[in-house]
């Protein structure tokens, strides 16, 4: 072989008439990459003879995750898995949270199964963190297992005057957007309260139904309990004032009515000890009531503790349209509120 007149390996090089091709390049990593060298063979004038390896590589590294400064908003840039093109989100410091920003992630790349941000130290960054805190210091991106390391650009903090001037304007901005929107919660708060409230009424409805019928049983079974204790005094008074006026006289019959007043005493005082309540005829009245009622629900099998469940929820719906629909709630000027308080 003639070493003297070969070209540089550096380049590759054909000549006319040449017969010696000599060369060695390399690509970047992930692309196809071809070495190759020509062989000098004196008097050989048809095409050079090759060696090379195709080499291929199979891990590829994640693209930079950036953040700027645009305009005072911050813009972060994101490599989406799914196209593999860039994305560019802006953010608002002082509204928006870690939460808000994965969540425009997945809406804008359905193939994002999992996006989580982690600080350096591993430690999960909550969804509630303002994005002012996030980007003070370095913190991990992971999009589907795949973690990208973001470096925020450094801001110089404020001062302290200039950090209560600025949750003043955060307060403001707050107070502004409440009061140009709280008419607009107010109304859908109370479509939502009023559905709610024909939903459990509907509910209700039925169980309503049965619940009066059984009302109407232990009302009547109630009364006839009533009506007889009355039956039954009235007939021991006539027994007594025969046998002590015609039958027999009264230093006969004054023991046994003694004894008869004893054993009424005797009774009022067992009810205490079974009941714990004092015999009040209104107390036993409603007592007895509800014996009956229950009986008639175990009978009828009467889902009561549904029952009573709705019942407290649309108490406790129609106390929340009571309150919204308040004069202050509804934060009514003055004037109308004095005509409110008048009517």
Known sequence: LDTQNRPEPADWTLQTGQTLLIGHWTLQTGQTLLTGQGLYIPGWRGA?????????????????VTVVYQNGLPVISVSLPSRRERCQFTLKPLSDCVGVFLTQLQTEDRGIDRVAIYSTDGARVASSTGIDILLLDDFNLVINDVTHLVRPPR????????????????????????????????????????????????????????????????????????????AYMATQFGILARLTWWEYSWDIMEPVTYFITYATA???????????????????RDRQYLLFFHKGVKRQRFDIYKYNELKDSIAEVELDLKRLRDPLQLQLPVQQLTAASKD
Not at 48 to 64: A, Y
Not at 156 to 169: Q, S
């Open 155 to 230: 801001r110089d903090l404020l001062a302290n005057d200039e950090a209560e001037r600025l949750n003043d304007v955060k307060f403001l901005v707050q107070q502004l957007y409440t009061t140009m929107r709280i008419e607009e919660h107010q109304l859908s708060k109370e479509k939502e309260l009023v559905v709610r409230l024909e939903d459990l009424n509907s509910q209700l409805r039925p169980l309503e139904k049965v619940r009066e019928e059984l009302s109407r049983k232990a009302e009547r079974r109630t009364t006839w309990v009533l009506w007889g204790g009355m």
């Open 48 to 64: 050079p003879s090759w060696q090379g390896q195709r080499l291929l590589s199979s891990s590829t590294t994640p693209e930079e």
């Open 266 to 284: 005797m009774a009022m005082y067992s009810y205490y000890v079974l009941t714990r309540q004092e015999y009040i005829y209104p107390d036993a």
